[in-house]
């Protein structure tokens, strides 16, 4: 199956020319938000999101339990994450419930 029609079955609506995974990190998330806190950063990301045909987040215990100025995108644009041990349980259940695929790694 090609990258497209893979896109297209899984309902993503990238063209085929979009990158094929996008790999950003958060500043901070918390209640299955994601923030920043320059606004050009969080526009760049969004477009990033938007473009790409996969998503990966990676974000360690630390960024949980925080927001910053600008909210952008939530946990449910993402196709898996990846964190560490740390991670609250809460937080990494909340990525479960909204079908997102979560990888907890040891630091």
């Known amino acids: 199956?090609?990258?497209?029609?893979?896109?297209?079955?899984?309902?993503?609506?990238?063209?085929?020319?979009?990158?094929?995974?996008?790999?950003?990190?958060?500043?901070?998330?918390?209640?299955g938000r994601l923030f920043h806190p320059i606004r050009d950063y969080a526009e760049i990301k969004e477009a990033?999101?938007?473009?790409?045909?996969?998503?990966?987040?990676l974000v360690d215990h630390t960024k949980f339990g925080k927001s910053a100025t600008h909210a952008y995108g939530a946990i449910g644009q993402y196709d898996r994450v990846v964190t560490d041990r740390g991670a609250p349980a809460g937080e990494l259940a909340e990525f479960a419930r909204r079908g997102v695929s979560v990888e907890v790694v040891d630091a």
Do not use: H
């Open 1 to 31: 199956m090609s990258p497209s029609s893979a896109a297209a079955t899984a309902g993503n609506s990238a063209p085929a020319s979009a990158p094929r995974c996008c790999a950003p990190s958060a500043v901070s998330v918390l209640g």
């Open 48 to 57: 990033m999101l938007d473009s790409a045909q996969r998503s990966l987040l």
